[in-house]
């Protein structure tokens, strides 16, 4: 079983950063891995992610502003976010998969997601 916890949340004003950090309890490298956020009222929606051999992937809503990054020493997932706009608000929360085929990982679906943490909040002020 692999338990993923998020960090790095807080509240911050717009055109601020924050970097989330996503620790997983296992090796999991050669895991798809990705971003999730949630605002209230709205479903979740994929943020970016990050296949095996580090291609990425971007909604268009955060191209140029966020940056996905994962260190295999240490089995962490880092998202950098620059720029942050009150509409970045949510809950935010990380997912892994292992066993995914072909370009799965980069659709940004929560559906090829099996492992997920509990969130960390992410509020950004106008």
């Known amino acids: 079983q692999v338990q993923l916890v998020e960090s790095g949340g807080g509240s911050v004003q717009a055109g601020g950063a924050l970097r989330l950090s996503c620790e997983a309890s296992?090796?999991?490298?050669?895991?798809?891995r990705g971003w999730f956020r949630q605002a209230p009222g709205k479903e979740r929606e994929g943020v970016a992610t990050i296949g095996t051999d580090g291609t990425t992937s971007y909604a268009d809503s955060v191209k140029g502003r966020f940056t996905i990054s994962k260190d295999a020493a240490t089995n962490t997932l880092y998202l950098q976010m620059n720029s942050l706009k009150p509409e970045d608000t949510g809950m935010y929360y990380c997912?892994?998969?292992?066993?995914?085929?072909?370009?799965?990982?980069?659709?940004?679906?929560?559906?090829?997601?099996?492992?997920w943490g509990q969130g960390t909040q992410v509020t950004v002020s106008s």
């Open positions: 296992v090796y999991i490298h050669s895991y798809c």
């Open positions: 997912a892994a998969s292992d066993g995914v085929i072909g370009t799965s990982c980069y659709q940004l679906w929560s559906g090829t997601f099996a492992f």
